[in-house]
């Protein structure tokens, strides 16, 4: 009898607002949503790196004022300390959820502590922005979405090619119907995992970081806890190449380029997942380097089912190739009856032009930005295009792929929304933590 793991199903919008899916989401907390002339008051939780340049974007808006700054490591953080010197500064981002004043928070953190930040701000009555991929686990980013529904704060993930002018045109020419019907889109992504070691011989960490609040949930282990090869010691960046830490590559990015045909085709729960994958370095990491993982997606209103592909590590479409795709190293094929479209980030063109193709007149409005579009949503108490319910299925999907490839063989949803016939699944949906941290 195989074991059957729960997926919940979470409250959709109700009335949706044109092609750009926005709809009205009223707070629960009438506190914190500030009148609409009034500046909001934002934590940043994670300074440096990705970090240092939401809080750029955030700074840019000029509708908000940044009075709390999170880091566990103070000399990365010194300089924005500097910047922003009426700021409160923590160590601990569950100290930080105290703070009277603090209305919403971006979180900037490893994969790790995605879920833990976010779940302990939403608890608090606090808006959220929150990296790719949302968190670390499928079981987190399930609770997620159930916290954001049920407090009713205003969410986004941090996709921001999602605000992109080129998305939305092709978003268009999909929805326009030119492709015909689509059963079939390949994903790819050239990104390159980084091969590293497990350290054998323990330092302490150096000045300024506490290694005990970075490692927060994951398992206990000294520091430091992978070297990477021809990089300095450092846990900063190359966490995402392992599994304590990160999901790889497909974690990294998929969230980025699956959600064009996510948005484009109104994807959200495939029925099926399976991967396979390789590991061609030579490091201790596990995490392949090159992937594929298939996902099958029902039938949706007037539209057949689709089979998308997802390959990284690689230059196209095929785990064997050593160039690229039509100058595509990245991109999303869409093949319909009648045409086929390439897309990445900033272009797109047609592979097979459907017939007396007409372009369709713009219908999806520009983008006031990513994170100006959180934040006026604050304001005025509706939501974003990349709100936790939409933003955590295409979160889901992707590290179901992973789930796929760690547990081996297929991932199958039934009618009722369970995932049934793996037995090995359910220890990736989800993960242990350390002593003292909990959900």
């Known amino acids: 009898m195989s074991r059957r793991i729960h997926r919940r199903r979470f409250l959709q919008a109700s009335a949706a607002l044109g092609a750009t899916g926005f709809f009205v ?6 506190e914190q949503q500030p009148r609409a002339h009034e500046r909001i ?5 994670g300074v440096a790196g990705k970090g240092g340049s939401n809080l750029n974007e955030i700074e840019r808006t000029k509708l908000a004022d940044v009075v709390a700054l999170c880091d566990v490591d103070a000399t990365r953080a010194a300089p924005v300390r500097q910047r922003f010197p009426n700021a409160r500064f923590y160590e601990d981002y569950r100290q930080m959820m105290d703070q009277k004043d603090l209305q919403a928070v971006v979180i900037s953190t490893p994969d790790h502590h995605h879920a833990f930040a976010a779940l302990a701000a939403m608890r608090a009555r606090k808006h959220v922005y929150c990296e790719k991929p949302l ?5 987190e980013v399930r ?15 941090g996709t921001q090619i999602h605000a992109g002018d080129n998305y939305r045109r092709v978003v ?10 689509i059963g079939r889109v390949k994903v790819w992504c050239n990104t390159q995992l980084r091969p590293g070691f497990r350290v054998k011989e323990r330092q ?7 290694y005990d609040l970075w490692l927060g949930p994951a398992p206990d282990q000294g520091y430091p806890p992978f070297r990477t ?7 900063h960046f190359h966490w995402r190449w392992w599994w304590d830490f990160g ?7 998929a969230c980025h380029y699956m959600d064009l045909p996510h948005w484009a085709l109104d994807l959200r729960h495939p029925l099926t997942v399976s991967a396979t994958g390789r590991i061609t370095y030579k490091g201790d990491n596990s995490i392949p380097d090159r992937m594929q993982v298939d996902y099958e997606y029902p039938a949706r209103r007037n539209a057949p089912p689709v089979h998308l592909t997802w390959y990284h590590g690689v230059n196209g479409p095929d785990l064997d190739g050593k160039t690229t795709h039509d100058g595509y190293a990245s991109g999303v094929l869409f093949e319909g009856a009648n045409g086929s479209l390439l897309a990445n980030y900033n272009n797109h063109r047609f592979l097979r032009e459907p017939a007396g193709f007409v372009r369709p007149q713009p219908s999806i409005p520009a983008s006031i930005g990513h994170h100006r579009e959180w934040l006026e949503a604050i304001r005025t108490g509706g939501t974003t295009t990349c709100n936790f319910d939409y933003s955590g299925a295409l979160a889901e999907t992707v590290l179901l792929g992973n789930v796929a490839y760690r547990a081996g063989g297929k991932l199958t949803s039934n009618a009722n929304g369970r995932i049934e016939g793996n037995a090995n699944a359910e220890r990736f949906l989800r993960r242990e933590y350390r002593k003292g941290w909990v959900l």
């Open 204 to 210: 302490a960490p150096p000045k300024g970081l506490n």
């Open 143 to 157: 609770l997620m979405m159930d916290v954001a529904a049920k407090e009713r704060v205003v969410t986004q993930m």
């Open 25 to 30: 989401h009223p707070l629960s907390a009438a």
């Open 229 to 235: 090869t021809g990089e300095p010691l450092s846990v």
């Open 247 to 253: 999901g790889g590559v497909l974690a990294d990015m």
């Open 172 to 181: 268009e020419i999909v929805r326009s119907g030119a492709l015909g019907a």
């Open 41 to 45: 008051r934002v934590g940043i939780i």
């Open 135 to 139: 968190a670390h686990s499928v079981q």
